[in-house]
């Protein structure tokens, strides 16, 4: 098992750049995928973003220029940096373990951070 907080989230002008942290604990390897994955209400929940243990990334075409995710093996942590915010990208964002290994079956997640982008 593996427990996952996210932090970082906060209101932010439109244009503007936040970077979110996952923090992983629980496990003695930090050897797994871990994705971002963002929800509006009455929405459903939507892939952003995600990164192998060998930092090998992959995002949905959406975001490509603006998210760019990081991690530190050392520090169990994962860091997504958003730049050039819109509105629309206001969400509650979360971060989530593939403990398989896969980066296809993320079953492990965090209680998620508030993001809101202010025109």
């Known amino acids: 098992q593996v427990q996952l907080v996210e932090s970082g989230g906060g209101v932010v002008q439109a244009g503007g750049s936040l970077t979110l942290s996952c923090a992983a604990s629980?496990?003695?390897?930090?050897?797994?995928?871990v994705a971002w994955f963002r929800q509006v209400p009455g929405k459903a929940r939507e892939f952003v973003i995600h990164i192998h243990n060998d930092g090998r990334t992959s995002n949905r075409r959406a975001f490509r220029g603006r998210f760019i995710i990081s991690r530190d093996n050392d520090k169990s942590t994962v860091y997504l940096h958003m730049n050039r915010l819109e509105p629309q990208d206001s969400a509650v964002y979360y971060c989530a373990a593939d403990l398989g290994g896969t980066g296809r079956n993320y079953t492990s997640w965090g209680p998620g951070t508030q993001v809101t982008v202010s025109s």
């Open positions: 629980g496990r003695t390897e930090y050897n797994y995928p």
